[in-house]
T-cell receptor, first 114, second 115 residues
Framework: AQSVTQLGSHVSVSEGALVLLRCNYS??????LFWYVQYPNQGLQLLLK??????LVKGINGFEAEFKKSETSFHLTKPSAHMSDAAEYFC????????????FGKGTLLTVNP | GAVVSQHPSRVICKSGTSVKIECRSL??????MFWYRQFPKQSLMLMAT?????????EQGVEKDKFLINHASLTLSTLTVTSAHPEDSSFYIC???????????FGPGTRLTVT
């Protein structure tokens, strides 16, 4: 069974600082991996996804993530935080083939200080 | 493209009544739709997976008689919370996918409050 672990339920950065949100997965097969962002009282918006092509994935709003199989990690980064980045971020994984159920991490709340 | 809507966005109902939530894929045909529940400050919990024209597959611990799911067409799935109780108050989110190789597209969510 898949599991996704997000280290740090709350990350606080200053505006303009590097954003690093950590995600580790546990899977017997290389999974598809996703990062979603959720603003208060809204659904989830896809930031980026890894589907076994390039290991460095670029997403929207300046975010990117690197798939590292040796570390079973898929950490999300952004070089310079913006106030509008403040939100909840979820890492998710799904298996290949017909197994398309997503397994979510517990989420990381990002706050950006002025 | 790939827009999913939910209706209503917010609903308040009395204990013991039933409430229906609609999930629509607006610009694609969704072979599969998912229903999630999210408690405050927590992650999404998958409740069930529904395929058009088939019975929904419920996750362990989810009462299928309480949470009725109908996926009558390739663009519409409904979740009916029957005999709602205050503990059913939550944020319900649906997602849809046009096929297994694609990611899920999420709706904006429905806030249910049972008084």
């Amino acid at each position: 069974a898949q599991s996704v672990t997000q280290l740090g339920s709350h990350v606080s950065v200053s505006e303009g600082a590097l954003v690093l949100l950590r995600c580790n997965y546990s899977s017997s097969v290389p999974p598809y991996l996703f990062w979603y962002v959720q603003y208060p009282n809204q659904g989830l918006q896809l930031l980026l996804k890894y589907t076994s092509a390039a290991t460095l994935v670029k997403g929207i709003n300046g975010f990117e993530a690197e798939f590292k199989k040796s570390e079973t990690s898929f950490h999300l980064t952004k070089p310079s935080a913006h106030m509008s980045d403040a939100a909840e971020y979820f890492c998710a994984a799904r298996g290949g083939g017909s197994n398309y159920k997503l397994t979510f991490g517990k989420g990381t709340l990002l706050t950006v200080n002025p | 493209g790939a827009v999913v809507s939910q209706h209503p966005s917010r609903v308040i109902c009395k204990s013991g009544t039933s409430v229906k939530i609609e999930c629509r894929s607006l610009d694609f045909q969704a072979t599969t739709m998912f229903w999630y529940r999210q408690f405050p400050k927590q992650s999404l919990m998958l409740m069930a997976t529904s395929n058009e024209g088939s019975k929904a597959t419920y996750e362990q611990g989810v009462e299928k008689d309480k949470f009725l799911i109908n996926h009558a067409s390739l663009t519409l799935s409904t979740l009916t919370v029957t005999s709602a109780h205050p503990e059913d108050s939550s944020f319900y989110i649906c997602s849809a996918t046009p096929g297994t190789i694609y990611e899920q597209y999420f709706g904006p969510g429905t806030r249910l409050t049972v008084t």
